[in-house]
């Protein structure tokens, strides 16, 4: 069975080819350079930004695949959440090409996707789901965080997400305060790879609370206040190392003391990652650490697939479609903010 599948939920255009659990072709343009001047993701930008690198992305999957349209079995798009011109972009492409082909559609949510990605390992890149073992997944982004109990594939329970900034959101508002490029939480982990995490004591919000939400707007506040406060503090390249050290492990330390208290509370043995902010190296080295005090199994998305793609979005499509889930209409629409709890229901 071949898959070919599109992601189109924010800023990247992304298009895949899967077959029988290996992502032939996972092709990704990013936005980057469109929004950067920004500051942050321009929505009306990024639809446009789709429009025009759908076909040559869609071009060089195929080539990458070695595959022909006529061997597609199966399309798939992300249908939400997202942004809704960009969203649109990608589902009435897939939806076209599934209606010329006469190919079963699947509307995929791109949380779901996220919520598998850390089962897919080598190169070319496998799903391994023999491998699969009830866990805590934290899914951490720049527009969500979020603690999910996966019982079982495709049976999963969210526990608790963020209640205002997302952690990857923190990142880019600190470093936009800092003067940072955009998007900053690459730079951050870059700097704060030489700085001191504990010269600056910022809060740690709801770490202390016994729920599975998270909260980064006050951490944001407290830097803003912090740099008003210190004239000329980011004139100095060591106080800047210091600074991002320290909002870095504020982030991981919340993110990591509630990822385990859930895991302990649950009774399972197995933690997974998944989202662009998993790609932090702090993060990773701490959950690993954490992981291994507690004697959890850990496994993180490869680095490839924790940012938005389009190979996760097949790879989760292709496991439904083994299991027998029910297709999506090819006259349905973009759900912009389809919350994850209610998939099973929409499915």
């Known amino acids: 069975m071949a898959i070919l599948a599109f992601e189109t939920s924010c800023d990247e255009?992304?298009?895949?080819?899967?077959?029988?659990?290996?992502?032939?072709?996972?092709?990704?343009?990013?936005?980057?350079?469109?929004?950067?001047?920004?500051?942050?993701?321009?929505?009306?930008?990024?639809?446009?930004?789709?429009l025009q690198n759908l076909l040559p992305v869609a071009r060089k999957a195929f080539n990458d695949a070695n595959i022909r349209p006529e061997e597609i079995h199966a399309v798939a798009?992300?249908?939400g959440p997202g942004l809704p011109g960009a969203l649109m972009m990608g589902l009435q492409a897939a939806q076209a090409v599934a209606y010329m082909l006469r190919a079963p559609f699947l509307g995929i949510h791109h949380h779901e996707a996220h919520l598998y990605s850390p089962w897919t390992r080598g190169e070319p890149p496998s799903a391994d789901f023999g491998a699969f073992e009830p866990n805590i997944s934290l899914l951490v982004s720049g527009g969500h965080t979020m603690l999910v109990l996966v019982r079982s594939e495709l049976d999963h329970r969210v526990l608790g997400s963020t209640l205002d900034d997302a952690a990857g959101e923190c990142f880019d508002k600190v470093g936009?305060?800092?003067?940072?490029s955009y998007p900053a939480g690459p730079e951050i982990d870059r700097l704060a790879e030489h700085g001191n995490p504990e010269a600056i004591r910022l809060p740690r919000p709801l770490i202390a609370e016994a729920n599975d939400d998270f909260s980064f707007s006050g951490l944001?506040?407290?830097v803003r206040y912090f740099l008003r406060d210190r004239p000329g503090f980011l004139d100095h390249e060591p106080d800047i190392r210091d600074l991002c050290a320290s909002v870095q492990a504020a982030i991981v330390e919340v993110l990591v003391t509630k990822t385990i208290r859930a895991a302990k509370r649950s009774g399972v043995k197995c933690v997974t990652g998944s989202g662009g902010v998993i790609c932090n190296r702090a993060l990773r080295k701490a959950l690993a650490d954490?992981?291994?005090?507690?004697?959890?199994?850990?496994?993180?998305?490869?680095?490839?697939?924790?940012?938005?793609?389009?190979?996760?979005?097949?790879?989760?499509?292709?496991?439904?479609?083994?299991?027998?889930?029910?297709?999506?209409n090819l006259d349905s629409d973009?759900?912009?903010s389809w919350p994850l709890q209610q998939v099973r229901m929409t499915a």
């Open 220 to 222: 944001k506040t407290a």
């Open 176 to 180: 936009k305060l800092m003067g940072l």
């Open 13 to 50: 255009t992304s298009v895949a080819v899967v077959r029988d659990g290996r992502i032939l072709a996972n092709v990704v343009s990013s936005q980057i350079e469109v929004h950067a001047e920004y500051g942050g993701v321009v929505p009306e930008l990024a639809a446009r930004a789709h």
């Open 77 to 79: 798009a992300t249908r």
């Open 290 to 328: 954490a992981c291994e005090r507690q004697h959890f199994k850990l496994r993180l998305a490869e680095r490839t697939l924790c940012t938005d793609n389009a190979g996760m979005i097949g790879l989760l499509a292709e496991r439904k479609l083994l299991k027998n889930c029910e297709v999506t």
């Open 334 to 336: 973009i759900l912009p």
